[in-house]
């Protein structure tokens, strides 16, 4: 299926609203104001291509190709931060940054192969500041791995500012590399949940 901005924007519009209605007892992450840039991403990404991603992932794991279905029973019952399905090699974690290590030693594995896949993996912008981050980065360059460093850069990390806490932009202290992508966008919700308090 393809998807445009207007169905992920719905897409999680539903998820807030049965979140507000107490039907996910677990937290979720909400992805908006980068419909645009992710659909771009993904128009170059395969079907057989790996990804690895953060715990904001409902977006890339419809335009991956998961099943609408599937994926809303898996928010609804609380995995929003650990969405993964083998099947459509699509993984996810709640550890910031956790995927990295994974994600570069599937790359690995798959020159070692001599497989055609390529791995994506996404992070925000304050894990891309992190030491596994440039770790991954400069391994996945010096052995040429068939792997893109995506990050999403909201200028925050939680509630703070990214900026604010290194005291330069974000540009500036990521490793030189034409492995990674980053993108700039502004969050319409807020870090976790909806906004709204609920009870269960």
Same mark, same amino acid.
């Given at each position: ?90 993984? %996810?974690? +709640?550890?910031? /940054?956790?995927? !990295?290590?994974?994600?570069?030693? $599937?790359?690995?594995?798959?020159? @070692? ?48 500012? %990214?900026? +604010?806490?290194? /005291?330069?932009? !974000?540009?500036?202290?990521?490793? $030189?590399?034409?492995?990674?992508? @980053? ?18």
């Amino acid at each position: 299926m393809t998807y445009t901005p207007d169905d992920l924007i719905a897409f999680e519009k539903e998820v807030a609203r049965r979140f507000e209605n107490g039907e996910i007892r677990a937290p979720v992450h909400l992805s908006g104001g980068n419909e645009k840039e992710i659909i771009s991403i993904f128009k170059e990404i395969d079907d057989a291509d790996w990804i690895f991603c953060t715990y904001r992932s409902h977006y890339a794991a419809l335009l991956h190709g998961i099943p609408r279905d599937w994926l809303m029973a898996q928010i609804l019952a609380g995995k929003s931060m650990i969405l993964s399905h083998p099947g459509y090699r699509f993984l %996810t974690s +709640a550890i910031v /940054g956790g995927m !990295l290590p994974i994600a570069v030693g $599937v790359a690995a594995a798959l020159q @070692r192969c001599g497989e055609a896949q390529q791995v994506w993996v996404f992070v925000g912008d304050m894990a891309a500041t992190t030491g596994i981050f440039h770790e991954a980065v400069h391994y996945a360059d010096g052995h040429d791995l068939p792997i893109q460093f995506v990050v999403e850069d909201n200028g925050l990390s939680t509630d703070s500012p %990214t900026q +604010a806490c290194w /005291g330069r932009p !974000l540009q500036h202290l990521l490793p $030189v590399s034409s492995r990674i992508r @980053r993108y700039t966008y502004t969050r319409v919700w807020p870090h976790v949940n909806s906004g709204k308090w609920i009870d269960f």
